[in-house]
């Protein structure tokens, strides 16, 4: 059977221990955790054009990420078999601005998908669809 490159990481398994309330979804049969509860903040990293090859010359970008309160066990269906990792920070997705967020405890309801380009600075990003103060 052959598989198709870019859904190596389509499925994931994701565990999730949570204090805050955590919303379920149905995804090919499977009930997966979508809320993720932790403190947003800002950390720099290089950028283009190497990415920390030449910090003379390249631009620092400033990232949103998820630290989350509990690990994260990812299982992902990789082309090489099974990847099992547990993951503390997410690089967050949004398009709203977190900023009045920063430094505080939040509840995010999104997506978890893998890395996919230079811009990504954490293995797996969470694309946002709702962030609130958590209880």
């Known amino acids: 059977m052959k598989i198709n490159p870019f859904k190596n990481y389509l499925f994931f398994l994701i565990f999730l221990i949570c204090n805050c309330s955590s919303h379920q979804t149905k995804s090919s049969g499977n009930t997966l955790p979508n809320s993720f509860c932790g403190t947003i903040s800002q950390q720099a990293f290089w950028g283009p054009p190497g990415y920390g090859e030449d910090t003379t010359a390249d631009k620092k970008e400033l990232v ?17 078999g099974i990847k099992q990792q547990w993951v503390k920070n997410l690089q967050v997705i949004s398009s709203a601005n977190l900023n009045k967020y920063f430094h505080k405890k ?14 990504h600075y954490t293995d797996f990003l969470i694309n ?6 958590a209880n």
């Open 64 to 80: 949103t990420i998820l630290t989350l309160d509990t690990a994260l066990l990812i299982f992902a269906d990789t082309v090489k």
């Open 106 to 119: 939040v509840s995010i309801t999104g997506t978890v998908s893998e890395a996919q380009t230079g811009h």
């Open 128 to 133: 946002v669809k709702e962030v609130r103060a």
